[in-house]
């Protein structure tokens, strides 16, 4: 047995008793274009990333071996690049990774959206498996964490329940709306409440969860009976005073994404190298779905400063402070700064770019300026080509409507 086999046997020993369980979020309107045809946990990141990595990532290396991944109604993308778990070793007949779409029949209960009803359908998959114990996780929360050190504390515990949260001082504003958790000096909850922006110090909860498979049930069936609830995490938030609940605090750093903003922030973070370091490689690194490309080419007038750039790239223009996907191709005298561009867009000669984010496959054609700002980043979709003729706009509005001549302004609107 050769060394790398042997260490994935010893992770997997440390969380042998826990399935994992990743939850997409409900955040895909708080993105536009971005999340047009992809789930948010789809969202490229950090260069050749997505977000879903870094829940995967997570639970592998903390020595989750089955994983159920429930994927909401935007699959493709996410199938893509899932798949049957190789990646991250978990191409598996026992345990490995599992991926359920929504179901969808006639039955009035299976109507309703939310995972409540996705978990009762598919509720063979958690009874079936032998750990007595789950572990949820969404993808809005970035953070590399150590997860087999805070299950062990949950199984010393004994508790019922366990919510990892984090400390924050001086929070930012992006944190305005999430969870807050309050609790005693035996790390026990108090209370649950939501951040409204007040306190300089607080306590947020990151949408992680350990839960006895046995008050999984309990709860799930409780929260059907009622009607009231939609989403787990909701009923198992209100059924907390009935257990034993206990807290894990995560002493890393979190980035929370739940809009543009956020998203175009988390990335420029990246660009920090020592934040980089502590979330790719702190507590093992991070996984993601490889390509085969060959490494970028500079041309002798490129100049890049403080930026990432993945492979495959042509870069024969200006690079400041910003995210390079794979493929892209910058030529001669453009200027990018501040920027996410991601995989095989091209920018073309003279072009000028600066807080912007643009999608895969965008076309920037020459000269064109896209200026966004810090606090609104200028976005555009993929597979969009930008120009400076004054039929772009037209183009765009009418090609749509085919044989049909537009006389007048009232037509128009």
Sequence with gaps: MNKKSLEGIKRRLKMENCLGIVT?????????????????????????????????????NGGVSGIGLFTGNKIRSLMDHVRNGKVWDLNRNANGIKLYPPLYDNDPLYQKSGDIN??????????????????????????????????????????????????????????????????????????VGMYIGK????????????????????????????????????????????YDTRVYEFDGSILYINDVKSYYDANMKVLDVHYAKELFYKNGQMITKPKDEPPTYYRSSAKVKNSYIANGCKIDGIVENSIIFRGVNIETGSIIKNSIIMQESVISEGAHIEYTILDKHVVVKPNVMLIGNPSIPYVIGKGESISNEINHFEDNMFKSIKGKELRTAEEVI
């Design 118 to 191: 996705e978990f009762k359908k598919n509720e063979k998959f958690f009874i079936e498996s032998k750990a007595d114990n789950l572990f949820f996780s969404t993808t809005s929360m970035v953070a590399n964490i150590n997860l087999s050190k805070a299950y062990n504390e949950f199984r010393k515990s004994k508790a019922d329940i366990s919510l990892i949260y984090k400390r924050e001082d001086n929070p930012s504003a992006n944190l305005i709306g999430c969870k807050q958790i309050t609790c005693d000096g035996d790390k026990k909850i108090k209370s």
């Design 24 to 60: 997409l979020g409900r955040k895909d309107n708080n993105f536009g274009v971005l999340c047009r045809k992809r789930p948010d946990a789809m969202l490229p990141f950090a260069g050749r990333y997505r977000l879903i990595d870094i829940a995967l990532s997570n639970m592998v």
């Design 199 to 242: 306190n300089e110090k607080t306590n947020i909860y990151l949408e992680m969860f350990f839960i006895k498979k046995r008050v999984f049930f309990e709860i799930l069936n409780e929260a059907i009976e009622r009607g009231n609830e939609l989403y787990f995490q909701e009923a198992m938030l209100d059924a907390l005073k009935g």
